[in-house]
């Protein structure tokens, strides 16, 4: 919403907006969480992530992190394998950061990175 104009009315036009799709919003969620993912989805939407986060990380430089650390949920309310927990975990995981890896600089050595 501009702050110039009529931007009170605006406010009030979203705000009915996003009411208005609330129900479909809600349904969506419900929907994904009764999504049980195995393991092997869970790593595959892991594996797009982190793609997507790294796009230059190949084996001569690798990212700092594995895509498998993306899993790994912040809360023990996070630990469920549904569709709409995982996705949420990989999203925080990627967009947050703070995850720690190694990695092998210049001359070898191994080094922790930080996410």
Do not use: C, M
């Amino acid at each position: 919403v501009r702050h110039s104009g009529n931007a009170i009315g605006e406010v009030i036009e979203g705000a009915y907006s996003v009411l208005e799709d609330a129900p479909v919003v809600v349904d969506q969620v419900s929907r994904w969480k009764s999504i049980a993912l195995r393991d092997i989805e869970r790593e595959a939407l892991a594996e797009a992530a982190h793609t997507l986060r790294f796009p230059t990380a190949d084996e001569a430089k690798p990212a700092a992190i594995q895509a498998d650390a993306l899993l790994r949920p912040r809360r023990s309310a996070d630990r469920a394998t549904d569709l709409w927990t995982a996705f949420n975990v990989v999203q925080e995981n990627t967009i947050k950061g703070g995850l720690t890896g190694r990695v092998r600089d210049a001359n070898g050595r191994t080094v922790r990175r930080s996410t």
